[in-house]
């Protein structure tokens, strides 16, 4: 009902819907009301266009809220807040309902629900949380991590009681992860204490590159399900950003091994990519008619909806794929604003066919492609917030070093066989994150979706500057670092009996090889926190398939 909601509201102030999706509206909103921001206040605070856009929806999703007399889940916590500040009596009465109030994951808390348990809680006092600021990483959303860290001077008569004993990870495992969140300047001291002793020191290992880390990956846990006789569920891959499961997917695909995807859509399955193979598939063969329909006005050149359905109708009256009725419109009746479209388009494919043809390199041929088209403008153009442009342009980034990185390991590489590859292995994936991991399939997931669950093998791969910590927490400081290293935490933590780091020496960028700098928690895991600035390679990689 909410995205309904937001739909026809999207709808109402004609903002097309790949500009800004229901969800999009529905996450901003939510963020706006986690910190006490109503549609007034909303568009003041709002920076870019899409923000603008989103404050202007946000009015009319309140307005339709209250004509159809109902909240979402946010209005519950602020329109309690506000009541709570504006009805004294009625805070006093509902306060008294509770002796005791009881409060788990208190680190992930936002603003009302923080000042919803401080009104219910002021008189009586008797308040219990549970909550480790160690493991705070959902700050983007709303979660404000000095809610725990302040606890003792909200409350000084609070009684804290440290629950120090791991049950999971071995003790070496957890004395790693110690020596890492140690590093975080604003946090309560404590200690993991291992209630397992001993085990295996975590790996780091070192590839050439992402292609090398994937492939090796994935050997690596062949031996272990062969060797050691694991299950696939016993096996966790995270990653912290959406680009980076493209070559793990292709190569546990490649191995047919079983594999669910949690916490980010395939990256096969994002329009930017659909966009550009589709691409690639026309190029391969025009006669694909649903990647031809895809792209014949994306981007946009004038070829609208009543061109495309008279084109259909001439291929199916004639008998022949669309593109024939293209490229031979005779006795075609395509509208004049059209004409030149179609023109064009069909210039476009054959003269990259032609290149094809003459067996020139074929991520570079892409990469002129995308450029040709404008597709980074057309991103601009859809999409306002710059972080989601960038994700997006990453995406079609990512796509360039697939190609690239199989034409390096293919002598006779030909856009099919590219296009083969990338069409191996198709899965049925649910939506349900149980019913996922009830699969006995290999984990591949975000390290913000791993959070409270558990493997007992996991391979944590990027450990780069600029993906972990993500590049836009750099240019923050401060407070973003401490978070990406509390999730670095987290994604330690989740291993139970073994766990391997692994980074790429050099990431393609546009399918050129760039030199990488390792993540400075890295060293801060090791105890050599002092090499990080300026370092080329973390000290001592271990393992077999470590490479240089």
């Given at each position: 009902d909410q995205e309904s909601l937001a739909r026809t509201v999207l709808r109402e102030i004609k903002v097309p819907g790949e500009m800004m999706r229901p969800g999009d509206l529905l996450f901003q909103i939510s963020n706006w009301k986690s910190h006490s921001i109503r549609p007034p206040e909303a568009a003041q605070v709002a920076k870019t266009d899409k923000e603008h856009l989103a404050a202007m929806a946000f009015r009319r999703y309140q307005k339709a809220l209250k004509l159809a007399g109902a909240v979402d889940f946010d209005d519950l916590l602020l329109c309690t807040e506000e009541l709570f500040q504006t009805k004294h009596d009625i805070r006093r009465q509902e306060a008294s309902l509770f002796d005791h109030l009881l409060v788990d994951e208190y680190q992930d808390t936002n603003g009302s629900q923080y000042r919803i348990i401080r009104a219910l809680a002021q008189e009586h006092r008797n308040l219990c949380v549970v909550g480790d600021d160690d493991q705070s990483i959902y700050g983007w959303r709303g979660a404000d991590v000095q809610h725990i860290l302040r606890f003792n001077k909200d409350w000084p008569e609070a009684k804290v009681i440290l629950l120090e004993h791991n049950y999971r990870s071995t003790a070496a495992i957890l004395e790693t992860a110690n020596r890492l969140i140690a590093f975080n300047r604003h946090r309560h001291d404590k200690i993991l204490r291992p209630a397992r002793m001993g085990g295996d020191k975590p790996r780091i290992q070192q590839f050439n590159n992402e292609t090398d880390e994937a492939k090796e990956t994935v050997q690596d846990i062949q031996r272990r399900i062969q060797i050691d006789k694991l299950?696939?569920?016993?096996?966790?891959?995270?990653?912290?950003?959406?680009?980076?499961?493209?070559a793990f997917e292709t190569e546990l695909r490649r191995a047919k091994l079983p594999y669910i995807l949690l916490g980010s859509m395939s990256f096969f399955d994002r329009k930017e990519v659909k966009d550009i193979l589709s691409y690639l598939r026309v190029l391969d063969s025009p006669q694909?008619?649903?990647?031809?329909?895809?792209?014949?006005n994306t981007p946009p050149r004038g070829i609208g909806d009543k061109t495309v359905e008279v084109l259909m109708k001439s291929a199916v009256a004639r008998g022949k794929p669309i593109w024939d009725a293209m490229i031979s419109p005779e006795g075609v009746q395509i509208p004049p604003n059209g004409v030149d479209g179609v023109r064009k388009f069909i210039a476009l494919v054959e003269r990259y066919r032609a290149e094809i043809k003459q067996a020139k390199p074929l991520a570079d041929l892409l990469r002129r492609l995308v450029a040709d088209i404008a597709y980074e403008a057309e991103l601009k153009r859809l999409y306002?917030?710059?972080?989601?442009?960038?994700?997006r342009w990453s995406a079609v980034e990512e796509v360039v070093n697939a190609l690239a990185a199989y034409e390096k390991a293919n002598k006779k590489a030909t856009l099919g066989g590219f296009l083969d590859e990338l069409t191996l292995g198709e899965?049925?994936?649910?939506?349900?994150?149980?019913?996922?991991?009830?699969?006995?399939?290999?984990?591949?997931?975000?390290l913000h979706s791993a959070k409270g669950l558990e493997f007992p093998h996991v391979y944590m791969v990027g450990m780069e500057e600029g993906i972990l910590p993500h590049h836009r927490s750099l240019k923050?400081?401060?407070?973003?670092?401490?978070?990406?290293?509390?999730?670095?935490?987290?994604?330690?933590?989740r291993a139970q009996e073994k766990l391997t780091l692994s980074l790429a020496l050099t990431r393609m960028k546009w399918g050129k090889p760039r030199d990488t700098t390792p993540s400075r928690f890295l060293f801060e895991l090791i105890g050599q926190a002092e090499k990080a600035a300026g370092a080329r390679k973390p000290p001592r990689p271990t393992g077999s398939s470590a490479r240089r």
């Open positions: 299950e696939p569920r016993d096996i966790a891959i995270l990653f912290r950003t959406n680009e980076q499961p493209r694909d008619e649903v990647s031809l329909l895809r792209i014949v306002q917030d710059p972080n989601e442009q960038q994700a899965r049925d994936l649910s939506d349900d994150k149980e019913k996922q991991l009830a699969k006995n399939a290999i984990a591949l997931m975000t923050e400081g401060g407070d973003d670092v401490d978070e990406e290293r509390r999730l670095c935490y987290v994604g330690i933590t």
